[in-house]
């Protein structure tokens, strides 16, 4: 019970928080989001809404990148085996750093920058390997909430850009806490705006 509160309820609130302070820092890309979701006939989200709001889609993924809800994996090495040249021998307890492989330069250009282009068709910079993003996992164990998970953050944001309109300091770093899952220490100041 504790894990699936965990895997399916802190994920998609760090999911949300990120998605908020980048879109707070990023104007131009909050237009872009929020003029998709005026553009559906509902004011709530449709499950055929999904595929209508390609920009909200580009900016999840980059903020599941930029902050990995869940870092790292850990592993139980059950028969020898070698990675990368390295051995290791049954028995071993492994970690897989996902937040460290989606922030690596040989795979991301500028990898701290906030760009969610880099996910569109005509970039793809994911592309570069099957596990260089990888924010739900891989292999059996991946996560099995993960299209859930895209309705509620959609449904969120749906909600939170017809309603408002946010700002974040543009030169704000969020004070990150990674001892559990990521979150930022100083509760994320925004600044909310209603719209009318
Ligand atoms: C953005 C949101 C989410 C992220 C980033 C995420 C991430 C992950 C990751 C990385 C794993 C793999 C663990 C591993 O391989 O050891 C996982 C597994 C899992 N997730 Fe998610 N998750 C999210 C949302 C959800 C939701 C909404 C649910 C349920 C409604 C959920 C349920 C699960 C379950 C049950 C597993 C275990 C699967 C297994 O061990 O076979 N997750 N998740």
Known sequence: MIFLLMAAHDTTTITLTTMVQY??????WQDRCRAEVLALESETLGYEDLDRLPSVDLVMKEALRLVTPVPALPRHVVKDTEVLGHF???GTEASI???????MPESWPEPEKFDP???AEDRREDKIHRYAWTPFGGGVHKCIGLYFAGMQV????NQLLRRYRWHVDPAYVAPMNFMALPYPTDGLP?????LG
Do not use: D, N
């Not at 959609?154 to 944001?157: A, D, H, N, Q, T």
């Open 23 to 28: 879109l707070g820092q990023y104007p131009q």
């Open 88 to 90: 290791l021998p049954a």
């Open 97 to 103: 750093g996902l937040h460290f492989t989606q922030h």
């Open 117 to 119: 282009g880099r996910f």
């Open 154 to 157: 959609k449904s969120v944001l």
């Open 190 to 194: 925004i600044r909310l705006e209603p």
